[in-house]
């Protein structure tokens, strides 16, 4: 069991954007949970959080919380639905890493989130079956990004295979198609003598994600990467908030007809020019006996600073 705790704990350390989603995830749900238990101690609504947080399937209410567009795909209400969530983000995520760069994990997550989004909002306001609940429903949960991430590397290695429990190898795109199709599968249910659709808008959600998985990986295979504009302005949204360097000091070296010149600065400057060649030659000659390993990590940033003039 400390095994088990001891990888947790490192896969977090590591601070990939992998283990930053999972984190968010967790963390909104938890945050969530205090929130709603301080809310029922004072008799308040228990909800506040969750419906900032919620994607509305309505276009007015969307358009007034437009930040539900993405906040939505980090928000779990219900233990099982972020467990699973979070543990198929966590093995599908691992193998998309495989093959592509964690900025590509990013964007293609934010991308299947849109997706589920559109769909879900398009399915509630196009199909006479939700008019009567268009006002007053909601999605949340990460699984379209997830599902977007499970079809891109499914169908970009359609033969991996991989290890289930109770049934071996079974290539990685039966499972793509199995995880999509069991909850359409599962949606129709007969209550009362009518036919109801359960879960309706979180599968039509799953459609959308899965879509944006194929299109990702049909075209990557066709040299074209579908993550690369989001991920040019995801850098340019993140890039406002950088703390920018501070300019650095203008230095001018003057001969002796300059303005201000001195005898004593040019000495100066040529000393220190000589210290730091023969610091350069001493770094180079250790190297040349012991190897580069050996140097310390201030003779290394000396070597580098000096290969950039």
């Not at 890493?97 to 196009?126: E, S, T, V």
Request: glycine share 8%; aromatic share 18%; charged share 20%.
């Amino acid at each position: 069991m400390s095994g088990f705790f001891s990888k947790i704990e490192s896969f977090f350390k590591h601070k990939s954007i992998l283990s930053n989603l999972i984190a968010i995830n967790v963390i909104v749900f938890l945050l969530m949970k205090f929130l709603a238990v301080v809310a029922a101690l004072f008799k308040l609504d228990s909800n506040v959080l969750l419906n900032i947080l919620q994607l509305p399937a309505d276009f007015n209410q969307m358009a007034v919380h437009a930040w539900t567009l993405i906040t939505y795909m980090f928000t779990h209400y219900d233990f099982w639905h972020i467990l699973f969530n979070m543990l198929w983000l966590y093995w599908f995520g691992q193998m998309f890493l495989l093959f592509f760069n964690p900025r590509q994990l990013g964007g293609l997550y934010i991308l299947g989130g849109l997706a589920g989004a559109l769909f879900f909002i398009l399915a509630y306001n196009i199909f006479p079956y939700f008019e009567n609940g268009v006002f007053h429903s909601y999605l949340i949960g990460a699984s379209a990004s997830v599902m977007a991430i499970v079809f891109g590397v499914a169908f970009y290695k359609k033969d991996l295979e991989i290890n289930l429990l109770l049934f071996g190898k079974i290539k990685i795109i039966y499972v793509a198609f199995f995880s999509l199709f069991i909850g359409l599968l599962l949606m129709p249910k007969k209550e009362e003598g009518q036919m109801v659709l359960i879960n309706a808008g979180g599968n039509f959600a799953h459609i959308g994600g899965a879509i944006v998985g194929f299109c990702f990986a049909y075209y990557y295979n066709k040299g074209k990467d579908i993550t690369s504009p989001l991920i040019w302005l995801m850098d340019r949204f993140f890039n406002l908030f950088k703390k920018r360097p501070a300019r650095k000091m203008k230095v001018v070296y003057k001969n002796e007809k300059s303005p201000g010149y001195s005898r004593k600065s040019d000495y100066d400057y040529n000393t220190r020019k000589n210290q730091e060649s023969a610091e350069i030659d001493r770094i180079l000659e250790k190297i040349k006996k012991s190897g580069y390993n050996c140097l310390t990590g201030e003779e290394k940033k000396k070597l580098f600073d000096a290969s950039n003039k």
